[in-house]
T-cell receptor
């Protein structure tokens, strides 16, 4: 499969624990995006990278959240000291520049449940 | 905030055309209209985009009004697999802004 892959698909954790999600984009894509989606809402932008540079961060990305893309390939999203409000689907997407069509390719997401 | 307004839900009979409306009255001259859909438990999927001309691809057609303040996504022969949430998004193409701003979308239910 050559699509965007995310791991783990599901994560259940206790409040206060740290969690990390990984995203592997489509191999030739230089842009990588993180979104968060809660039940009944559309995805909300968190941050994006062009190669290894983090170019934009949403105000939703509190100081407990950190994202990296160290070699311009895969990315990780870490949430420290999780809170129940962090329970959501975390979606990763990638694109080639702005894409041939401006199209973002999304993974299937990592669902986080904080107890 | 999303720059688009969509009805929260619509029904469509299988085999019939599904017409999904979107209002974007504050669209700028350099903003495109994009449509994505999200099938339950999957990530969003790109469908189509356009600037001012009508567009068609293998999935759908996009009709944009002359004043560009609204558009309609048409699925010509809806199937049960088209049941999904459909998002209409306006976005600058090729600009420095990297993100898409999703609203709540329209939940389309295709019924047999």
């Amino acid at each position: 499969d050559t699509g965007v892959s995310q791991d783990p698909r599901h994560k259940i954790t206790k409040r206060g624990q740290n969690v990390t999600f990984r995203c592997d984009p489509i191999s030739e894509h230089n842009r990588l995006y993180w979104y968060r989606q809660t039940l009944g809402q559309g995805p909300e932008f968190l941050t994006y990278f062009q190669n290894e540079a983090q170019l934009e961060k949403s105000r939703l990305l509190s100081d407990r959240f950190s994202a990296e893309r160290p070699k311009g390939s895969f990315s990780t999203l870490e949430i420290q000291r999780t809170e129940q409000g962090d329970s959501a689907m975390y979606l990763c997407a990638s694109s080639l520049g702005t894409g041939v069509t401006g199209e973002l390719f999304f993974g299937e997401g990592s669902r986080l449940t904080v107890l | 905030d999303a720059k688009t307004t969509q009805p929260p839900s619509m029904d469509c009979a299988e085999g019939r055309a599904a017409n999904l409306p979107c209002n974007h009255s504050t669209i700028s001259g350099n903003e495109y209209v994009y449509w994505y859909r999200q099938i339950h438990s999957q990530g969003p999927q790109y469908i189509i985009h356009g600037l001012k001309n009508n567009e068609t691809n293998e999935m759908a057609s996009l009709i944009i009004t002359e004043d560009r303040k609204s558009s309609t996504l048409i699925l010509p022969h809806a199937t049960l697999r088209d049941t999904a949430v459909y998002y209409c998004i306006v976005r600058v193409y090729g600009g420095s802004q990297g993100n898409l701003i999703f609203g709540k979308g329209t939940k389309l239910s295709v019924k047999p």
